[in-house]
């Protein structure tokens, strides 16, 4: 018996992968209608510091990960007293802190953007004017986009400070970007490391919008320092699972660190239906200690994130989506995650094209995106 702390798409992807491995898994997540809990051998509704509750999903399992990395530091703790835990408390609590993040990238030796620290509102008196335009980000619970507000100068920066509630929180300076790339690595506890194909991503709204895989506007340069910057974070950290590392690629090529991920990644969804390992299986490997291979990407692929605003009209009825016009393209793999309410700028599912060229795929990804709704010229 395997467990996940979480129950969300991520949380069900890995139940899938770990229940075609021949392992049963226990998730712990307080919603009843969870979407990893409603195909897991057992749901354990239960908060997830609750004690008694952790001592029931400790005892239950032998190995224990997570699907987010917000779950509290506290929770892992007290669970690898009775299971293997990966990744342990240490690195997931590194990464849902923007200020410890970027502090654990310089020490590496992996740039990041220029950013101050603010952690309370004296702070502010010392942020200098090279920082401006910027991004004013939470340092904590910030994702898609969310918790975040762009100032471009000092005013701004106090009205963005307050309406995020004056919370601990990180400026970074606004960077002139080329393109983003994400490297989703595996980390064994023996230190052996192996990664997805470099991803090439392209957002809307603050939100994943589009993986292309391979990462072809990269250089061979560009994406093998990901990936060795990737690596090099994961053995500075110690880490054991899946990681996810994005990079900003910048207009003269250099590579800064935007953010990072303890767990397998939505830019790594592809891998499902593009590679022979997925970043599922990944997690699966290094958390029961089996041997990690280096995925092969056997088919270039487009994926296209679904999000609740496709399930209304533009007079904005319900509507379903027209599945049946989707899935007669060549290549389409759809993965809806169980999500009973579409809410705009919800994660309801991915779309995955296949093809024997990245070409051929974008234009059946193309073709895809028009039939949502979507512009069929995708974001780059």
């Given amino acids: 018996m395997l467990g996940v702390v979480g129950g969300g798409q991520l949380g069900r992807m890995f139940v899938h992968a770990a229940q075609r491995a021949g392992y049963a898994v226990t998730v712990l997540d307080p919603d009843a209608d969870s979407p990893a809990g409603r195909v897991a051998d057992v749901h354990l509704r239960a908060d997830y510091l609750d004690p008694a509750a952790l001592a029931e999903f400790g005892a239950r399992c032998a190995a224990v990960t997570t699907e987010f990395e917000n779950v509290p530091a ?48 004296a702070d502010l008196d010392d942020i200098g004017g090279g920082l401006f335009p910027g991004i004013l980000k939470t340092s904590r619970l910030g994702y898609d986009g969310k918790g975040q507000r762009r100032v471009a100068d000092r005013a701004a920066l106090t009205v963005a400070y307050e309406e995020l509630g004056r919370v601990a929180c990180v400026l970074e300076q606004q960077v002139a970007l080329a393109s983003e790339l994400s490297v989703v690595v595996a980390r064994g506890v023996d230190g052996h490391v192996v990664q997805l194909p470099v991803q090439a991503n392209a957002h809307r709204d603050g939100i994943l919008a589009v993986t292309r895989v391979p990462a072809a506007a990269a250089t061979e340069a560009q994406r093998s320092r990901a990936v060795a910057l990737a690596s090099r974070l994961a053995d500075d950290l110690g880490y054991v699972g899946v990681l996810c590392v994005e990079f900003f690629v910048l207009d003269d090529g250099s590579l800064v660190a935007n953010e990072m991920a303890p767990r397998p990644h939505n830019s790594g969804h592809h891998s499902i239906d593009s590679c022979d390992v997925s970043q599922f299986d990944l997690q699966l490997r290094t958390l029961v200690g089996a041997p990690l291979v280096a995925p092969r990407l056997h088919s270039p ?44 700028g919800r994660k309801m599912g991915h779309l995955t094209v296949t093809a024997p060229t990245l070409d051929a795929a974008e234009v059946v990804a193309g073709e895809a995106a028009a039939i949502l709704g979507l512009a069929r010229e995708l974001p780059r």
């Fill in 301 to 344: 692929a487009v994926m296209l994130n679904l999000l609740g605003d496709l399930w209304r009209a533009d007079d904005g009825a319900a509507r379903e989506p027209d599945w049946a016009r989707v899935l007669a393209l060549p290549g389409a793999a759809l993965h809806l995650y169980g999500k009973r309410e579409p809410r705009a």
């Fill in 74 to 121: 506290a929770a892992l703790d007290a669970l690898a007293s009775h299971a293997v835990v990966a990744p342990a408390a240490a690195s997931v609590s590194v990464c849902q802190d923007r200020a410890r993040e970027k502090a654990a990238f310089t020490a590496c030796g992996i740039a990041c953007a220029a950013h101050a620290v603010i952690d309370a509102a």
